[in-house]
């Protein structure tokens, strides 16, 4: 089967087509986000879909994916998710120094890594500078 490798993952040809953006000179996230999907808020779907990508420093030439921007929810009164911060990774930053820091509880780090399953793929993965990660309430 043919396809590509993106990032250190394999991609079939079928879902190459118009998936993904070639960085060039000047380029952020929120301006790929709002020419995309018309939303700069959108800058998060692109991180999840590019772990590993930092927002600060994009280096011409990389490829991103672009994932397919999702569907409106149906009519009708949609739920409120619970309320959660962003927190932009620094330099040196754990999850069990990030839960430590906003919750007083390095246990907490378990609660960060379930928040954010679709942007860290192990409880022990790399966090990078600029990355935004959500921190839920306690409970």
């Known amino acids: 089967m043919e396809g590509i490798i ?23 996230l929120f301006e790929i986000a709002r020419e995309r999907y018309g939303d700069a808020s959108f800058v998060r ?3 999840a879909a590019n772990p590993g990508v930092n927002a600060r420093a994009l280096k011409i030439g990389d490829r991103l994916i672009l994932p397919e921007k999702p569907k409106p929810q149906e009519a009708g009164v949609a739920p409120t998710p619970p309320q959660t911060k962003v927190y932009v990774v620094q330099k040196n ?9 906003f919750y007083g509880d390095a246990v907490m780090y378990r609660k960060i890594y ?26």
């Open 114 to 139: 379930e928040a954010n399953r679709d942007v860290l793929p192990s409880l022990n993965a790399t966090l990078y500078v600029g990355q935004s990660l959500r921190l839920p309430e306690p409970r």
């Open 93 to 101: 930053d754990t999850l069990i120094g990030i839960a430590r820091r």
């Open 6 to 28: 993106v990032k250190g993952r394999w991609l079939p040809q079928d879902e190459d087509a118009g998936r993904f953006h070639v960085i060039q000179s000047g380029d952020t």
């Open 45 to 47: 779907l692109i991180e």
